[in-house]
């Protein structure tokens, strides 16, 4: 009896199984997206030489775009393909997708990136719902959250060691060799799961459709089909509205969207308004936080490449140097072809492109007393080393803040659902109140470097926000969506999620645009603030239909 007890309170094998495939999936998308801006925008190592603008621009399209494929991803695999199909699937097409950036020339990218957009639709919702089946056994839901917070620690510890391969990588190599170091990472994780299906082949249970549900051939044309026509209307309209041909094809597109769930509510019943508004509410408000969680790979990683004082210490140059960790830059001046912001080259009156000579473009804003002699190095510590702060304060923090609540909740004091997203988003935008603070730190940002202590603390900051939001962003909606139309609902917590990373990389595309660049942090640090007040106005009521439909807030 006690070992059959015992036995019940293990976790399963098809954990692990998970926990690792997610893992190498984590790590080879985050080496890819941490590099991702720095490789379009280098014009001294063989990157695209993009100018800001249109890195950034790419930047913030590709992670709207990866943001929205989940949806249709899910709703096919529930029906039809089932989770693990899905997930060989949507791996593969990643895979070939991050070998393909390895490749050269713009089509080559361009395709690579769309592989990878599809791939993550099949890969990402799958996987956490394969999880979510193996403990839906009643001896084992007690488990249930204990497994997520593992899991995600998976997803985490992927994000934090790729950028140190990345780094070796780009800087020994080139930029080809760190992009199929992801697809290489993809791989291992299919294999590994391939090995592990006796573990899990029973939690890949298709769901047929439900009485209420909505046809995919229903949602096509409510939904994709009008988003496809208004995307073509806003490409091909003269002039740009929103700063470049993709911006407005993506703008245009999500009107018919937000249409559709707009009206989703207002045709609803009495009961289905309550929780249908509330999460359209808490979706548009989550938008601001999707913003400054997509700085990481679009403002912030600007602000890391150029602004950043990335000098090591002699007993770190020491160290990572035996390890070729470290990026090596000069004064000696480097001929690139120079580029307009539309990726062309500029030519002179003959006809001949013009060529732009000068120093490693860190040492635009370092003053020149602080410039190494002629032919002699500067050792620094690469840009996308700086996104693993992150990842490691969710490691380190995670526990620590399961603890405080657990403390609170044995005392009654813990914050309801919805306080929690109010007190993520406040605490989110003091994180971007701190860039604020770190732009004051000097008297010029265009002749003097900042301290990287800056970025350690934004980002640790705001992991605490990310800790109190994002995993119980989909718990809330399964939550107060109505049963027939859980799917759709889920659909608009990524529409959020996808818009949040458009809007950072339209902000960053306008980056050189914003003469103070305190400007550009205390735009979203004021908004963030005061989208969390706008939370607790309404928290009386949110907790209300929270509770209506779950009993508990």
């Not at 015992?6 to 997610?22: D, N, Q, Y």
């Not at 990218?109 to 979510?132: A, E, V």
């Not at 526990?399 to 004091?413: D, I, M, Q, Y």
């Amino acid at each position: 009896m006690n070992q059959k007890t015992s036995a019940k309170t293990h976790h399963p094998r098809g954990l692990a199984v998970l926990f690792f495939t997610e893992m190498w999936e984590r790590f080879g998308y985050y080496l890819m997206v941490g590099i991702l801006f720095l490789y379009l925008t280098d014009n001294q190592t063989g990157g695209k030489g993009y100018s800001n603008k249109i890195g950034a621009d790419v930047v913030g399209s590709f992670i709207a775009l990866v943001y929205l494929t989940p949806f249709i991803g899910g709703l096919i695999a529930d029906r039809y393909l089932g989770y693990i199909k899905s997930i060989f699937v949507g791996g593969s097409l990643m895979a070939a997708g991050y070998m393909g950036l390895s490749l050269p020339g713009n089509l080559a990218m361009y395709i690579s990136l769309s592989l990878i957009i599809i791939g993550n639709g099949f890969f990402k919702p799958n996987i956490s719902t394969l999880l979510g089946n193996i403990y839906n056994k009643e001896e084992l839901k007690p488990l249930k959250d204990s497994a997520y917070n593992i899991f995600y620690m998976g997803i985490n510890i992927g994000a934090l060691v790729c950028n140190f391969v990345a780094a070796y990588l780009r800087n020994n190599y080139g930029w080809g060799y760190a992009f199929a170091a992801a697809g290489i990472g993809l791989i291992i994780g299919l294999i590994w799961l391939s090995f592990g299906l006796k573990h899990i082949r029973h939690a890949d249970v298709k769901r047929p459709m439900q009485a209420g549900d909505m046809p995919i051939s229903k949602i096509f044309l409510s939904v994709f089909l009008p988003m496809i026509i208004f995307a073509v209307i806003g490409w091909v309209l003269p002039g740009n509205y929103f700063g470049s041909d993709s911006n407005d094809a993506f703008i245009f597109a999500c009107l018919p969207v937000i249409y559709f769930y707009v009206n989703l509510w207002r045709t609803g019943n009495k009961e289905d308004k309550k929780s249908i508004g509330s999460l359209l509410f808490i979706f548009a408000i989550s938008i601001i936080f999707w913003t400054i969680y997509n700085q990481n790979s679009t403002g912030l990683t600007i602000w890391a490449q150029s602004y950043t004082d990335r000098q090591v210490s002699p007993a770190v140059e020491n160290f990572a140097g035996k390890l070729d960790m470290l990026q090596k830059v000069n004064t000696t001046p480097r001929e690139t072809f120079k580029l307009d912001e539309y990726m062309r080259t500029v030519t002179d009156k003959s006809g001949n492109p013009e060529m732009v000579q000068g120093p490693d473009p860190y040492f635009d804003n370092l003053p020149k007393d602080q410039w190494p002699g002629p032919q002699q190095n500067l050792n620094l510590m690469n840009t996308e080393l700086f996104q693993s702060i992150n990842p490691f304060f969710i490691v380190a923090l995670t526990p620590l803040l399961v603890a405080f609540f657990s403390f609170l909740r044995k005392r009654h004091k813990e914050p309801s659902t919805s306080a929690k997203f109010g007190y993520a988003l406040i605490i989110s935008g003091l994180s971007a109140l701190i860039m604020v603070l770190a732009i004051m730190s000097v008297p010029s940002i265009y002749t003097h470097k900042t301290s990287p202590g800056w970025l350690v603390a934004t980002y640790g900051v705001f992991t605490v926000s990310e800790i109190c939001l994002s995993p119980i962003g989909l718990s809330l909606v399964s939550k107060l969506a109505p049963a027939r139309l859980t799917a759709l609902m889920m659909g608009g917590w990524l529409l959020s999620t996808s818009l949040g990373g458009k809007v950072a990389g339209v902000m960053a595309s306008f980056w050189d645009s914003f003469p103070d660049k305190k400007l550009f942090f205390g735009i979203i640090a004021v908004a963030a603030i005061l989208g969390g007040l706008l939370i607790f106005m309404r928290l009386k009521s949110l907790d209300a239909v929270v509770k209506e439909k779950t009993g508990s807030v």
